[in-house]
């Protein structure tokens, strides 16, 4: 008789694999990122692979660039193969086999994972956000990185069933501003000027964000800076956009808080920043 070391039932089918031992899968020990596929290629892959491989590092996955690059080119291929060009690419990787228990096998086969799916329809343009109720646990070890466990995001998305809002805003456990369900947010007051949550403590440091901090506000001359966004700056705040490396920048409309729903405009400076990321990556337009 064959011998497994795992064997399990997925929906009532007995299945004997080692694959059941999945980290990824058990205890979401793994880096996602999801790309735009534009015209064949991914804008944003210098930036996607920067962030994987450090965030890597700290959860012990060691996983090489060199295999990374030749699965995404591999995939990329077989997609131009199908006459598929425009979409998204989710990379998926993963701690691999492990066994029962948290504690790292001896040595860990990394498992690298690529999903297309076509483009989301962006309608409408602008959108108005949802003031979850749930909040943010503190952890400064895993803050920033986009690690396999999004309970916390898939708690606070299923709070509101009315499509008016497209996305929610997402505090920590003191209340101060992290990002949305599914994005990253910029806010700008009189006072304050352009401002971005400090993602010290909680969050997804996401690609769309390094590239406006890094490469779209310097190169306009605005000013922007990282602060902990307390309910005093959501009062004074009079402009807003969410961004993300799928669907670019956002403006926002309004949002919801204390009861009562803040109505915003969008700004030219928020156009400008929209204008000149569609410069550096057309398919942003």
Not at 40 to 57: F, I, K, M, T
Not at 172 to 183: G, M, V, W, Y
Request: glycine share 8%; aromatic share 8%; hydrophobic share 40%.
């Amino acid at each position: 008789m064959e011998k497994h070391s795992f064997i399990g039932s997925i929906n009532g089918q007995v299945i004997s694999s080692d694959s059941l031992a999945e980290r990824g899968l058990a205890y979401g020990h793994g880096l996602f990122e999801t790309m735009r596929l534009d015209l064949g290629q991914l804008p944003l892959r210098g930036w996607h692979l920067e962030r994987l491989l450090r965030d890597a590092a700290v959860l012990h996955i060691p996983v090489q660039a060199s295999a990374v690059e030749q699965c995404i080119n591999d995939f990329q291929q077989h997609l131009g193969q199908q006459n598929i060009d425009n979409g998204v690419v989710k990379l998926i990787v993963t701690a691999g086999i492990g066994g029962r228990g948290y504690k790292n096998p001896t040595t860990i086969s990394p498992r690298i994972i690529c999903i297309y799916s076509e483009l989301p329809q962006f309608d409408p343009q602008a959108v108005r956000l949802w003031h979850c109720d749930y909040r943010l646990p503190s952890n400064p070890v895993l803050a920033g990185m986009k690690h396999l466990n999004r309970l916390d995001q898939v708690m606070a998305r299923n709070e509101w069933t009315d499509d008016s809002y497209a996305d929610g805003l997402m505090f920590d456990q003191s209340n101060h501003l992290i990002e949305t369900t599914s994005a990253n947010i910029f806010l700008h007051s009189p006072d304050q000027g352009w401002i971005t949550p400090d993602l010290h403590s909680a969050g997804v440091s996401g690609v769309m964000r390094t590239v406006l901090l890094a490469e779209i506000f310097p190169q306009l001359g605005i000013a922007v800076s990282k602060v902990d966004i307390s309910a005093a700056h959501m009062h004074d705040c009079d402009h807003m956009f969410t961004c993300n490396s799928v669907r670019g920048i956002t403006p926002v409309l309004g949002f919801n808080q204390d009861h009562n729903v803040v109505t915003l405009t969008i700004s030219d400076q928020v156009k400008m920043l929209q204008s000149a990321l569609a410069d550096n990556y057309p398919c942003f337009k």
